[in-house]
């Protein structure tokens, strides 16, 4: 399975992300992780891309493909890959489209919740990125620069949105219902 979990910052995507890649062998690649690696380890690309996530900006198309393509390159992808944070813009996701050819994506989960427990959820989890004035500049560019894809997915009949309000046990029992029809879909 090829899939993209897209959703806004504190829906549960890194938390859902790993407990579907375990059920079905996906690699998970979750760029927001790749990023705070590459920060960690003092990569040059890591030390570009800090003031960007330290502001709650999107980290430049460049840096962020280098890091998704190598990481699909590596044999184990082949077998099927779930994107988590990634693409995050209309032209992320055309270089994606580009790449991938005619083994594309096949489905886009989103993840909705309201903004007032978005804030509530980041607060609780205190990243280093998560402060108030942070959360609010990531909400508004997921709403100008990320929301947009929710049409343009949908346009290419690949969107399924599920409530990501409730347990992490609920929300995951969602995906995977989500995912168990569109099995059945692909054998009949
Ligand atoms: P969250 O979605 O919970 O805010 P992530 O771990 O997905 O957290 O991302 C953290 C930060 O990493 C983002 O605020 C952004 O700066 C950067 N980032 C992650 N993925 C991308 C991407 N696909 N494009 C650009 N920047 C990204």
Redesign the pocket.
């Known amino acids: 399975m090829r899939l993209i979990l897209l959703?806004?910052?504190?829906?549960g995507?890194?938390t859902q992300a790993a407990r579907v890649c375990d059920a079905h062998g996906l690699v998970h690649l979750?760029?927001?992780?790749?990023?705070?690696a590459a920060v960690g380890a003092g990569t040059d690309l890591g030390k570009e891309?800090k003031a960007?996530?330290?502001?709650?900006?999107?980290?430049?198309?460049t840096?962020?493909l280098a890091l998704?393509r190598e990481r699909l390159e590596q044999p184990d992808a082949a077998a099927g890959f779930l994107l988590?944070?990634?693409?995050?813009?209309v032209s992320?996701a055309e270089a994606l489209a580009a790449d991938l050819g005619d083994r594309g994506v096949e489905k886009v989960i989103h993840m909705k919740l309201e903004d007032e427990e978005i804030v509530q959820r980041?607060l609780a989890?205190g990243?280093e990125?998560?402060t108030e004035a942070?959360i609010r500049n990531?909400l508004e560019?997921?709403s100008n620069e990320t929301a947009p894809l929710i049409a343009h997915f949908d346009g290419q009949g690949l969107l399924v949105t599920i409530d990501a309000q409730g347990s992490m046990d609920e929300v995951f029992d969602r995906i995977a219902g989500v995912l168990s029809d569109s099995n059945a879909g692909a054998s009949a």
Not at 30 to 36: F, K, N
């Open positions: 959703g806004p910052p504190g829906a995507k890194g979750s760029t927001g992780d790749l990023l705070r891309a960007f996530m330290d502001a709650g900006n999107l980290v430049p198309d840096l962020v998704v988590d944070g990634f693409p995050r813009n992320q980041l989890r990243r990125d998560d942070v990531r560019v997921y």
